[in-house]
């Protein structure tokens, strides 16, 4: 109970902050709807004949969101290091406020600026042909929820333990790509020799990909969701618990 | 006496693994008490391995050896206990810059299991001691250091804590801020806190503290109060000098150089004039 409260204490004080400074909005925003305008439309002549707007779009803007959830949990650890720098972290940790909530503040901010801009690139696709499957996109933002929450709390781990922005930059951004290539969020991955497909696998992303074009068919029950489910929820638990042990352990 | 200790500590010790993994002693068997309602001073040279100390009495560093007792709990075994019993301003202040000094101190005080209201009635009495009336809807941000550090310390005691740990409270901060602060940590004693006050400058042990111990090394080299320790070096001298009847007057400074043989000044980060 008291963890509950704690835990939304501090994410009204990460919500608040976040709102004051609404560019987080149009950043946010900016990736996927440039990926829409000047990277979907190389989509469409790869097949013969040639695919509609809208058929690109459904098989291009579910995958785009799991990109969405990736970018909207790595900022975290700037967040965690510009909070150790000003001792913010180190009032906290004296505070009997448990580690877990103090975590848990700054996934569930990210969980917000997740879900704001990917509805909005749902609907402002909705109006170029993308096929609104309510219930499917439901659950599809519910796994990618769960997703945020894995990279929130990795990426602020992170910055805990490298407590200096160059070194949590470069493994952050050495690890996206990768993990951006082998999720075939870009390209499907069935296109792909076995070789990569297989590798794709150790790839958490990989597999709310395959989930994301299914259930934004509107199918619910599938091997894809039933997979990508049995792959985030225990690393969400996972993940979770290990952030929070860093939280108790950290040395500012 | 009727005074109770509230902070015991005895033969404490922390090492860490330095650079070609060589085992350095930060703290070599530190071993003090600090009585209710006092201002105690923990001086030494930076290095000296007092932060090191400090943070393990505040739990943000586990103890290697040696016991430590604040307010009759146990830190090793008590850490929580001990955590909302104690306040803690550290060098780098902790306000939480993109928020207001209002917001603030409502979550520090909620985090705390205070109540709404109880957090509100708080948050009026501190902003008149430390005079944040004009301060609390700004966003601390745009604070002078002074009045950053006079919110900070609100937030390290709106929960009254019995003890309040400071580090190097006035660093970075010109003399008139400097002074005001005096003024404020002493209404603090007056108001029956007890205070561990860190800090490199003797002149704000000698004007504040009721008793204080220099660390050097790893190990505390001399304990006492400012009077005792500069009478000790004053004795010394008139002695050395008697012959040329010269009277001196000595200060905190002389007795540092005399236990470390090195001041303060010289190996301070942020030196003031």
């Not at chain 1, 098989?59 to 969101?65: E, M, W």
């Not at chain 2, 932060?51 to 739990?59: D, E, F, H, K």
Request: include cysteine; charged fraction near 20%; aromatic fraction near 8%.
């Amino acid at each position: 109970m008291r963890i509950l409260k704690e835990t939304l204490l501090f994410f009204k004080r990460k919500l608040i902050e976040t709102i004051r400074q609404p560019v987080w909005l149009f950043s946010g925003l900016m990736t996927p709807l440039l990926y829409i305008a000047l990277f979907s439309p190389l989509l469409k002549n790869l097949s013969d004949p040639p695919l509609t707007t809208a058929d690109v779009l459904d098989n291009f803007v579910p995958g785009l969101l799991t990109l969405l959830a990736f970018s909207s949990g790595m900022g975290a650890g700037w967040t965690v290091i510009w909070e150790l720098q000003s001792g913010v972290i180190e009032r906290l940790r004296v505070s009997p406020a448990s580690r877990f909530s103090i975590m848990m503040g700054g996934v569930l901010k990210d969980i917000v600026a997740f879900l704001v801009p990917s509805i909005l690139v749902i609907l402002i696709s909705s109006f170029f042909g993308f096929h609104v499957h309510l219930s499917g996109l439901a659950i599809l933002l519910l796994l990618l929820c769960l997703l945020t929450a894995i990279i929130s709390a990795w990426s602020g781990s992170l910055g805990l333990i490298f407590k200096e922005i160059g070194s949590l930059a470069s493994v952050v951004t050495s690890i996206q790509l990768p993990l951006t290539l082998l999720s075939g969020v870009l390209l499907p991955l069935s296109l792909a020799p076995d070789w990569l497909r297989a590798i794709a696998h150790v790839n958490p992303m990989y597999y709310t990909v395959e989930a994301s074009r299914v259930l934004a068919e509107g199918v619910i029950s599938s091997t894809e969701t039933i997979t990508a489910f049995a792959v985030i929820v225990p690393l969400t638990v996972v993940v979770l618990w290990w952030a929070t042990r860093v939280y108790r352990k950290a040395v500012a | 006496m009727a005074m109770t200790n509230v902070i015991e500590v005895s033969d404490l010790k922390k090492s860490f693994r330095g650079s070609k993994n060589k085992t350095v002693e930060a703290v070599r068997g530190v071993s003090l008490f600090v009585k209710q309602g006092e201002i105690f001073g923990f001086l030494g040279p930076n290095g000296a391995g007092k932060t090191t100390c400090q943070r393990m009495l505040t739990t943000l560093l586990p103890i290697d050896s040696g016991t430590a007792a604040i307010a009759g709990y146990d830190v090793k075994k008590k850490p929580n206990e001990v955590r909302k019993h104690i306040g803690y301003v550290s060098q780098l202040g902790g306000a939480d810059l993109p928020a207001t000094g209002r917001e603030n101190l409502m979550l520090t005080g909620k985090l705390y299991g205070m109540k709404h209201d109880d957090v509100v009635k708080k948050i009026s009495e501190l902003s008149q001691l430390f005079e944040l009336d004009e301060l609390l809807d700004r966003i601390v941000r745009t604070y002078s250091g002074g009045q950053k550090r006079r919110l900070e310390i609100a937030l390290g005691i709106i929960h009254e804590p019995e003890i309040l740990f400071m580090d190097e409270p006035t660093t970075g901060l010109d003399p008139q801020n400097r002074a005001n602060l005096w003024t404020h940590i002493r209404k603090l004693k007056e108001n029956g806190m007890t205070i561990f006050l860190t800090t490199h400058y003797l002149e704000e042990a000698d004007e504040l503290a009721d008793r204080l111990a220099i660390m050097d090394y790893g190990k505390i080299v001399a304990e006492g109060t400012p009077l005792e320790l500069k009478r000790q070096v004053s004795e010394e001298e008139v002695a050395r000098r008697v012959k040329r009847e010269i009277q001196t007057n000595a200060t905190l400074d002389d007795f540092f150089m005399k236990m470390t043989g090195r001041t303060l000044r010289d190996t301070g980060k942020e030196d003031v004039k």
